[in-house]
Structure formats: structure tokens, C-alpha cells
């Protein structure tokens, strides 16, 4: 339920921490803090697997991704960093190199167009 909260509703972890208080909970928001980081991400899985499950009840629903490119520094070294992102902002794929050619293009973009795993996004 706290960490329920802390997804659901746009509040704070000392919010959280008060909302519990007032009911008779004593919690400090660094435990909020600590459940959020431990069960969150299967929380949040569960929720984008049900809005996709949802969506695939669409007819006209598509699997959309996007594909960007940026130059960045990684342990001290300039290299680019390409990225396809779903239409709900996942990260799909990623992919460094120290050329930006046609080439690494063409490497990045067989790789991100592989077919996603059943019934779930690809990490």
C-alpha cells in the first residue's frame, strides 16, 4: 500500500510518511524510500504490461518505436550513444561506438528491429 501510494498519487516520501502517520503507522520515509527502489520497477512492470495487454484489444494499435542518436562523453571518451524508444518511452535498445557512419547505423538499427520478446518489452 505505501509504495501504492507513492506511485499513484504525486506525493513526496515525508508525504507518504505523514499520510501513514495520521492512520496510525509509524514509518520513516526512508523506508518508503527503500521499498520504492525494491518493489517499484514490478510495479511499474505490471502496469505497462496491463496498458499494453489493453491496447493490443485496438484494432488500429502498432508497436511504434523511435530511434535517436547523441554524442557523449563515457569514462572520459567521446563516443555515440544510439537509442530506439517505444512510443511509451522505454528504452528498448542501446548502442555505443566511436564512429558515426553508415555502418553503425545499419549495426544499431538490425539489432533494434529484431522482433520483440512475447508479451513483453525487450530491455
Request: net charge positive; proline share 3%; with cysteine.
Amino acid at each position: 500500500m505505501v509504495v501504492m501510494l507513492y506511485v499513484r498519487y504525486p506525493l513526496s516520501l515525508r508525504n507518504v510518511e505523514g499520510l501513514l502517520f495520521e492512520r496510525g503507522v509509524y514509518l520513516c520515509h526512508e523506508t518508503v524510500r527503500l521499498w520504492w527502489n525494491r518493489f517499484g520497477p514490478m510495479f511499474a512492470a505490471d502496469i505497462r504490461r496491463q496498458r499494453v495487454s489493453r491496447m493490443h484489444g485496438f484494432r488500429h494499435w502498432q508497436w511504434q518505436w523511435h530511434m535517436g542518436q547523441i554524442y557523449a562523453r563515457v569514462n572520459g571518451e567521446m563516443v555515440y550513444l544510439w537509442r530506439a524508444v517505444d512510443h511509451e518511452g522505454e528504452v528498448l535498445e542501446s548502442y555505443v561506438t566511436r564512429t558515426r557512419d553508415k555502418a553503425a547505423a545499419l549495426r544499431f538499427m538490425k539489432k533494434a528491429q529484431a522482433p520483440p520478446l512475447a508479451g513483453s518489452h525487450r530491455h
